[in-house]
C-alpha cells in the first residue's frame, strides 16, 4: 500500500494495476506574512498576488506544476525568488519575510505566529489525498482493516471533503 496525493491541476494518468481509493480533499493554502496587506483576510484571488515573490517547490515537482499552472489560470507567471522541497523550509521563509507559498493543509497545521494561511479562491486548490494498492489486496484482512483505519482518520480531519 501507498498513501499518495494528487493535486487537481496535476492529474496523473490512471496505473494499470493500481486500485485507488479517495481518502480526503484536502484545500491548498497560500502563506503569507501577518504583515501582508492581504493577512487580515480568511481568502485571496491568486490575480491578487501577481505581483508577490513566491517560495516555491522544487523543479518539476507535482508542487511546482501546481503553482505554475495556478498562477497561470489567474492571469500571470509567478515571480519564483526561492525554491525548496520542504514545506517547513518554504513556511519558514514566508515567516522570514521573503515571499509568499502554496501549502498544503497538513504541512501547514501549526504555522508560526507572523504566518497567516489563505484559502486560495479564483481557482480553488486542492489536493486528493487517497491510498493506492495492488488489485486484490483490499480483500485481505489487514489491507481492509488499514484502508477502514485511513477512511475513519482522514473523516475526522478538517478538510474540504471526505
Known amino acids: 500500500m501507498a498513501l499518495a496525493g494528487e493535486y487537481a491541476l496535476t492529474p496523473r494518468r490512471a496505473q494499470v494495476g493500481v486500485e485507488r481509493l479517495d481518502l480526503a480533499i484536502e484545500p491548498v493554502h497560500v502563506a503569507v506574512p501577518a ?3 492581504l493577512a487580515g483576510g480568511h481568502s485571496v484571488h491568486l490575480s491578487d498576488l501577481r505581483t508577490e515573490q513566491w517560495i516555491a517547490p522544487a523543479t518539476g515537482s507535482s508542487c511546482a506544476l ?7 489560470n489567474a492571469g500571470y507567471e509567478p515571480h519564483v525568488v526561492a525554491r525548496c522541497a520542504d514545506f517547513a523550509m518554504a513556511i519558514a521563509l514566508v515567516d522570514a519575510g521573503h ?25 480553488p486548490i486542492h489536493r486528493t489525498l487517497y491510498a493506492a494498492t495492488r488489485p486484490g489486496t483490499r480483500r485481505q484482512a489487514l489491507v481492509a482493516c ?17
Open 146 to 162: 488499514l484502508l477502514d483505519a485511513l477512511t475513519a482518520q482522514a473523516q475526522r480531519l478538517p478538510l474540504l471533503v471526505s
Open 35 to 37: 504583515s501582508h496587506p
Open 99 to 123: 515571499g509568499v507559498a502554496l501549502l498544503p493543509a497538513c504541512a501547514a497545521t501549526d504555522p508560526p505566529a507572523l504566518v497567516r494561511l489563505l484559502q486560495a479562491v479564483d481557482p
Open 66 to 72: 501546481l503553482l505554475e499552472r495556478s498562477c497561470a
